[in-house]
């Protein structure tokens, strides 16, 4: 039936993903930079330093790269404490120079979409406690209409949060983040506000932007449980599954947050997104463990049979992507791809991952689901958190010492599909062989 290639929709948005404190360079002034030198917690003491030295011009490298590949997207965030070194004080040059570098990106011929919270608060905020304290929401809606008044000539996509669940999961749960806390109801309380903080977010930009789209990056992670057929491994999955997953993203349908064992009633979130942001990377199975308190009753691994990133952080499970579309389907609205990638510095299961996660998205379009847009965690290879340069996920690789690129195998199979827009039935007989049976 497919002759040569899966066809896109005319108009679909294929680019990459960054974020400000990973590619930037240079951000001193918030949370992380306290963090990378305090903690302790970060892969070989690593810090931040220049990155992939954006804020120097370096992203000109990179996207132009992106522009020549056929991308027609990129989705970048603004750093808040570069905007707002101290608490209500503008810093005009730094807006001007975001200007700046969206109006290079449009003339590259890629689209900006705009993240206004990826991760990463002023000192200032932090030091006053952070999204724990229900002022942050006043100071974040200061910073968005700021912003969006200041850069809202350059774009309509916003994104106001990046990933709210994992910013709470892992500052105050795992402690893997600023401020490394393990504090369940103090999580709650970071949803409880990013919840408000989205909310305000969403009104503002509206009233700035009437036709804009705005909504969040949620990260969906796929689970299973490890057997089906044994309730409690269904029941501790269902926790984790509409604690992890559907808290956010609900809250703003039913204006209810529901996370672990708390709820507030936040009715100014309803209807407050304009699509749902997927960020997709992995899919878990689960297994009741008693006892396992801290674990929240559970054991969590990967399918034995998938393959494994190279420092066996993402299991290659593309239908654990179909099920993420198919998540974001139930709040009815249309559906970006706002992430999605592999850490793999040598380039040997990007291909796959590659192709057969892009086959599951063609799939997901031919069953009726309204994508719009697939964004690639990442270009180039950047400071991943607290797992620093041990994790690589770039089309592009990069040397941190020199600042060089190097270009993988893998910026060849996806530029094929961006400038076909369609996915070529060579590169699934290359690449992911097992899929022709399907098809
Ligand atoms: C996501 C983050 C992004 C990047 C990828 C690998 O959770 O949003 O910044 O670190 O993971």
Known sequence: MYQEELSFPHG????????AHQVEGGNTNNNWHVWEHTSGKIAGAAIAGLACDWWNGRWQEDLAHAAQDGQNTHRLSV??????PQPGAWDEAALQHYR???QGIIRLGLKPFITLHHFTDPIWIYEKGGWENEETVEHFARYVEKTVAA???LTDLWVTINEPTVYAFSGYMTAEFPPGKSDARAAFQVMRNMVKGH???YRIIH???PHAMV???KHFRAMAPARPAFPLDRWVTNFSYNS???AFADALVTGKLKFALWKASIPDAIATQDYVGVNYYTRDLIKFKPLAFKDIFQERYYDPHAPLSENDFIADLPIGFYESLQWAQRYGLPIYVTENGVEDSRDVMRPHYLVAHLYQLWKALHDGMDIRGYMHWSQVDNFEWERAWTQRFGLWGLDVKTQQRVRRPSVDIYREICTRNAIPLDLIRRHAPELLDVL
């Open 12 to 19: 679909f948005l294929w680019g990459s993903a960054t974020a």
């Open 79 to 84: 750093e808040w404490s570069r905007i707002e």
């Open 100 to 102: 700046t570098m969206l």
């Open 151 to 153: 850069l809202g000539d």
């Open 199 to 201: 909310a305000r977010a």
């Open 207 to 209: 009233q700035l932007q």
């Open 215 to 217: 909504g969040f990056a």
């Open 244 to 246: 992890f997953n559907n």
